[in-house]
């Protein structure tokens, strides 16, 4: 090949930018699918939290706990009644 300009033609410009470009690619899919992640894992843990559960289903909690109570109540008393 002739020489354009005065200058080698370099064969190896076009992969090696080619290269960049798809490593420049890959790295913005990765960062956006680790930003994906990070919002699914802090939505899951707000999900999950034990105080925020707690509060929203206190009632149920409450009246679980009291009819719990209840059986484990009349349980003990069978134990010590004499028929």
Known sequence: MD?????EP?????????????????R????????ELKGKISATREKFELTRNAR???A????????LGLVAGYAAAGL???D
């Open 10 to 26: 370099d064969m190896s410009t076009s992969p090696l930018e080619k290269l960049e470009l798809q490593a420049m690619e890959q």
């Open 60 to 67: 149920g909690m409450a009246i679980a706990a009291s009819v």
């Open 3 to 7: 020489s354009i300009g005065g200058q």
């Open 56 to 58: 929203e289903h206190f």
């Open 80 to 82: 010590f009644m004499n």
């Open 28 to 35: 913005n899919q990765l960062h956006q699918t680790a930003t």
